[in-house]
């Protein structure tokens, strides 16, 4: 069942079993640009936006270039300035956190619960103060945040809701697609993500009429009409070939997704028969979400996960560390002064996780190679442990 050929690597992604299969379509699409002529904005990126707010049953999708942008943007809208916090999980990609530092915010970080990699709900309530105006849910590794205990803190205090949804487009909470759960959703369409563009993209959604409004502004220099600014915005358009490419894609991104899920039962189903649940922990599905798979993240605990990292190396097995350094311990944020030891769930979780391959692609032959590694290098640490 589990295969042992050292020679035959596994690659943590490969977009190219993802792209070559829709070459043609892709070749169409951007030859339909190219004779536009129309390369910024566009019917391309008119239809990723409808499609998008459709998808996430709101009624704006906004364009921008970028998933950073799109957190940036919408900290812009919501008037996120100097002195105002905004809380957040540290163990997330840095810009969650730079977007409200680039605003003059502050950021106000959050120990997570060790389950689901998501925001301690308590420490939550309790970081909240006068000067707080937004919380910055993080749907990570692609399943939603605790969204519904989220909304009804947010709404009690008067603070607005801004989802990292970078991770988890197709995700849901109850039902609820992510992007459109709290006043703004963010989504990332870096080649690596369940819908990636070739280069950079983002896109934000909403519901609110007003905000999505302000949105379009401030993603084009505060400019409507040409040449006239209400007020000072940014460069942060989506490009039209991006835009087609993503097009072309989001047809196939549901199979896509499915073959994630099915990847993830499958994965849980060989750690299993393997015997090695008690040396690693499996991800955890929270029974109200769905996810949608952009990472497969296991948990190696007392010390051994970068023994394991290479051991995988030596066997051309890709694997990354989302991610190997909190925010709130990153040297730019020093001046934070968060002592050591004060968030150790997420401090924890930066020393023991280990995300494995798990794209759509990925074969089972492939996922039985990743397991039967993992299941070698124990049998060596018991042997050596038993010597």
């Known amino acids: 069942m589990f295969h042992h050929d050292d020679d035959a690597g596994v690659p943590l992604i490969d977009v190219a079993r993802e792209n070559d299969p829709i070459q043609h379509e892709l070749d169409t699409a951007w030859s339909r640009v190219r004779e536009s002529g129309r390369f910024v904005f566009g019917p391309e990126v008119e239809l990723l936006e409808e499609r998008i707010a459709e998808h996430c049953r709101v009624s704006h999708g906004i364009g921008c270039a970028s998933g950073s942008d799109a957190l940036l943007l919408a900290l812009m809208a919501l008037d996120i300035g100097p002195g105002d916090e905004v809380i957040l999980p540290s163990f997330t990609f840095f810009a969650t956190a730079s977007a409200v530092w680039r605003l003059g915010g502050m950021p106000v970080f959050v120990d997570i619960e060790p389950v689901h990699f998501q925001m301690d709900l308590e420490k939550l309530e309790a970081a909240i103060t006068r000067s707080t105006k937004a919380i910055m849910p993080v749907h990570l590794f692609g399943q939603c945040g605790e969204m519904g205990e989220i909304m009804k803190i ?27 759960i709290g006043d703004i959703g963010c989504f990332s369409f870096y080649p690596t993500k369940n819908l990636g563009a070739f280069g950079d993209g983002g896109m934000l959604t909403t519901n609110d009429d007003k905000i999505g409004q302000r949105l379009r502004l401030l993603r084009g220099h ?21 835009a087609a490419v993503l097009n072309v894609k989001w047809n196939h991104l549901s199979g896509w997704t499915d073959a994630r899920r099915s990847n993830a039962g499958r994965y849980d189903h060989l750690f299993r028969e393997a015997d090695l649940t008690d040396w690693i922990s499996l991800p955890s599905q929270d029974s109200r979400c769905r996810h949608v798979w952009n990472q497969y993240v296991i948990r190696v605990p007392d010390g051994r996960r970068d023994d394991l990292r290479a051991y995988l ?75």
């Open 313 to 387: 190396a030596e066997r051309n097995i890709g694997t990354e560390i989302y991610y190997p350094v909190p925010v709130h311990r990153q040297d730019c944020f020093a001046a934070l002064d968060y002592p050591a030891g004060q968030m150790p769930e997420t401090e924890r979780a930066a020393g023991e996780v280990l995300a494995i391959p798990i794209f759509p692609g990925l074969t089972v032959e492939e996922q039985s190679r990743v397991v039967g590694a993992c299941r070698s290098f124990y049998t060596n640490q018991r042997a050596a442990v038993a010597a």
């Open 222 to 242: 505060g400019m409507a009409p040409r040449y006239y600014h209400r007020e000072v915005g940014i460069n942060s358009r989506l490009d039209a070939l991006q």
């Open 154 to 180: 947010a709404h009690r205090h008067g603070l607005a809701v801004v989802e990292d949804a970078a991770q988890a487009i197709g995700a849901e909470y109850n039902g609820h697609r992510a992007g459109g």
